[in-house]
């Protein structure tokens, strides 16, 4: 299916990314690496409300699975983190690395386990409590499980894409301005935007396309687009052990007895730029209670949860619960709706019904960083190819959700 016939590589472009994070930076990256990218005539401009990755793509946990959903993107993605971290050493600069993953259940302190299958426990992992274990089911293998740091990645990618010449502006998107022709009906024109320097100063940055990549933003940009937002805390700790934190990558169910029952997510990190010490991030499940704030530097962390979290993970651990917290906290997600445990739900990417030169490309939902290469390598295909070449996502038209 042909997207975008009427423009071809040697006619100038103007690409407006909306959004720094992973998708949108991805986005940016791949159009540079595109056979047809010629930056005499092909400009490219992220527009970022914050920073780059302020949001869950700068503060999710980072794990990548091949067999992560939806499964026409997620196998290209997982291949292009990999193919992303051999060419530009993401080992060092992004701590990606294959891991274990699997599912557990915990018993936090003062609760005996007398029930738990010591023979399905991997001997390495010992940075829990031994006796917490109550059960350990393996979900990823290295085979088909990494993980990245997401913050780190988001940024490398940033700064490649400025070296092939993309423009990176931090300013506040607050409206897409349209244009109409006889022959092609309505078009995008230019995004309107308030620089952060000059928060008081409307401009207008003219575009032959433009790509809202926005999260959970995208909606405030595009109504049509109806998103939730779930909003999830986590943080960041420096466990207190000379040993080697082995990769394995927990999807947890505590039973803590100051907290009760909590699902976090629990990965460990090797060294990396940040820092020169491994690391352990945990995230709490996510809540629905909280309005969208008009930026990602607007998100308030809130104390009783990032509590709530760091009880129930050290009352299971003793690197965590004698260690350092390092950071605290808080992003939102883009989601369609509310779905089952491994239930295919978008994202949504591709061309906005109705209007020339407009692309959308959000609601990547827990899977944001995993599939944000691959989301970015296809969004780059549909606007200078017409279509997407590297796998069939048919099925991600925004035509199914708008």
Not at 113 to 140: C, M, Q, R, T
Not at 318 to 340: F, L, M, N
Not at 367 to 394: C, F, H, K, T, Y
Request: net charge negative; proline share 7%.
């Amino acid at each position: 299916m042909n997207l975008c016939a009427m423009d071809s590589s040697t006619q100038a472009r103007n690409t407006v990314i909306i959004g720094g994070g992973i998708v949108g930076i991805s986005t940016a990256y791949f159009l540079t690496r595109h056979a047809r990218y010629d930056p005499a005539i092909h400009k490219i401009t992220v527009l970022e409300a914050s920073e780059i990755a302020a949001g869950s793509s700068g503060k999710g946990g980072g794990f990548l699975a091949s067999w992560a959903t939806p499964k026409c993107l997620a196998p290209l993605s997982y291949e292009l983190h990999k193919r992303l971290a051999n060419e530009h050493g993401g080992e060092k600069k992004w701590g990606h690395r294959t891991v274990h993953a699997a599912e557990v259940k915990l018993r936090g302190r003062d609760h005996t386990n007398e029930d738990a299958d010591k023979d399905d426990i991997p001997a390495d992992f010992d940075w829990l409590d031994p006796e917490s274990i109550k059960s350990y089911h393996p979900v990823g293998t290295p085979a088909d499980s990494a993980q990245v740091h997401p913050f780190l990645l988001t940024n490398a990618l940033a700064e490649l894409a400025e070296q092939s010449g993309v423009n990176i502006i931090l300013g506040h998107a607050k409206g897409i301005n349209y244009a109409s022709s006889d022959s092609s009906g309505i078009r995008v024109g230019s995004v309107s935007y308030t620089p952060q320097s000059q928060a008081e100063n409307e401009m207008p940055l003219p575009a032959s396309d433009i790509v809202v990549a926005a999260g959970p933003w995208t909606s405030k940009l595009l109504p049509r687009v109806k998103l939730l937002s779930p909003k999830g805390h986590s943080m960041v700790i420096q466990p207190n052990t000379n040993r080697t934190i082995s990769p394995h990558i927990l999807f947890a169910e505590i039973q803590s007895p100051d907290v009760g029952t909590l699902t976090p997510d629990i990965y460990p990190r090797p060294r990396d730029s940040l820092h020169s010490f491994e690391t352990i991030y945990t995230s709490a499940p996510d809540s629905y209670n909280d309005d969208l704030p008009s930026r990602a530097a607007d998100t308030v962390i809130q104390k009783e949860e990032i509590d709530k979290l760091y009880k129930t993970v050290s009352s299971v651990s003793s690197v965590v619960r004698d260690g350092k917290v390092i950071a605290t906290q808080a992003c939102y997600k883009a989601q369609i709706r509310k779905h089952e445990e491994g239930e295919e739900v978008g994202p949504i990417v591709g061309p906005v019904p109705g209007i020339r030169g407009l692309w959308v490309a959000t609601g990547l939902d827990e899977w944001g960083v995993q599939n944000g290469p691959g989301v970015g390598l296809l969004m780059s295909e549909m606007i200078l190819d017409g279509e997407a070449r590297s796998a069939d996502v048919r099925a991600l038209d925004p035509k199914h959700w708008i």
